[in-house]
């Protein structure tokens, strides 16, 4: 809301937006993707297997090599900062404005890469010990140091959207330095040693290299869109950006929860050798999924302008920015369901610590949404349809939920997770309490060039108004149709 406020959706915020998205890209792809998958499973068959000087002399050879890899990947790209900016960004190359902007900007900004992948390290450890209230709090610094830098430091700037680039490098070392307490609290802070021969090291490394690409498609499948948004209309690379920060809010609430929480439950279990409660897990959050998803994401898509225009239409933020935004936030939201579906299945292979299945799938899914990509948005913008950009979220989420019917058919080949009894009732009770509840909101829902037109208070008491509405309307229907009493306990029981 504050950048919206203070910055819109101008080529100074389009190339902020770039060069936060690089490192914040290779962050998703490297950190909390790739190494979070591939080290949980190994930390915890060594907390499970050993004694605790060995895991902590592990963990200290994985954050010497960790960090060395990392300086020296981030002193590259700070280099050569106008290459990736050419890379990522390719349409800037004809808008000079554009391209110096972005280039300097990515100079502060990717060293956040160092920072919140040592941080992303920590938090695995934390949540290996079930520990995953600080790494889950741990986020809000970066939004807090944002909001502070867009308040605090804009007037000191010529270009006020410096003052955000700064605030991605702050934010680095804050949420970094907000974890070691607790781990020192739990005598597991690290000391660091360079260990690239190390047993558990080289085992880390041998599954972090697939799962780059295997637990990173949709991130992946994003920064394409940027790339190809950066040849559309000036605004195009924001409004995707806004889009996809009020999708990530239930994947990040709700999907990445679920998944930060099964997978050390379902590496234990692999460790254990018990396949049925490995099963069991897989299964209970997929209910979870579709019970939560499947709302959230029809009334997202529904209310898509009146959340854009109550949360980001003031000062510089335009009606026009929200209907664009709205386009492609509402063909995105579709794919909310399909995010968090690949968040919980990938976990069922990473645990088992095969990564190769993840990659095949990932690449399948990656080439369809290029060719997506081309077959919805080419015809658009030769045809002068408004809002290109809403084609390129719509192949993302097609793609998204390719890869998850891909992921969930190899989980049941594979043997290692066998769906339980009663989905079929719940499938048909979450589809009847859906349809109600979009009917009630569509019925109350004011004419949407009122949203505009509207002050503050009162944009945000008709979207209070009806998300309450929504979800009173769900939860009854839900209740009424019997998920209930022992459905319930067993979705809040299950650890």
Known sequence: MVVARYFGAEAATDAFFVAFKIPNFLRRLFAEGAFSQAFVPVFTEFKTRSEHDEVKRFAGAVAGTLGGVLLIVTLIGVIAAPALIAVFAPGFWGDEVKFELATSMLRLTFPYLFFIALTAFCGSMLNAYGRFGVPALTPVWL??????????????????????????????????VFQLPF???????????????????????????????????????????????????????????????????????????????????????????????????????????????????????????????????????????????????????????????????????????????????????????????????????LLGVAGPHAGLALATTLSAFLNAGMLWRQLRKEGAYMPAPGWARLGAQITAAAVLMVSVVVALLPDLSMWSQWRALERLLNLLLLISAGAVTYAAAIWLLGVRGDTLRRLLRHR
Do not use: C
């Open 183 to 381: 781990l020192y609290k739990m005598d597991m802070l690290p000391r660091p040693t360079w260990g690239w021969r190390n047993e558990g090291v080289q085992r880390v490394l041998k599954l972090m290299i697939p799962a780059i690409f295997g637990s990173s498609v949709a991130q992946i499948n994003l920064l394409l869109d940027t790339i190809i948004a950066s040849f559309l209309v000036t605004g195009s690379v924001s409004w995707l950006y806004y889009s996809d920060r009020l999708v990530e809010f239930p994947l990040g609430v709700f999907g990445i929860a679920l998944a930060t929480v099964i997978l050390p439950h379902l590496s234990a279990k692999h460790a254990e050798a018990s396949s049925e409660a490995f099963s069991q897990t897989i299964d209970w959050a997929l209910r979870w999924t579709f019970l939560f998803g499947v709302p959230a994401a029809l009334g997202l898509a529904i209310l898509a302008e009146p959340v854009l225009a109550t949360l980001f239409q003031y000062g510089e933020f335009s009606a026009h920015d929200v209907r664009m935004s709205g386009l492609s936030l509402s063909a995105m939201s579709i794919g909310l369901v399909a995010f968090i579906l690949v968040k919980i299945l990938a976990p069922g292979f990473y645990a088992r610590q095969n990564t190769r299945t993840p990659v095949k799938i990932g690449i399948i899914a990656m080439v369809a949404n290029m060719g997506l990509n081309i077959a919805i948005v080419v015809p658009m913008v």
């Open 143 to 176: 939004n807090i140091v944002l909001i502070g830098a867009a308040l605090g430091l804009t007037p000191w700037f010529d270009i006020p959207v410096y003052a955000l680039a700064w605030g991605v490098f702050i934010a680095g070392i804050v949420q970094l």
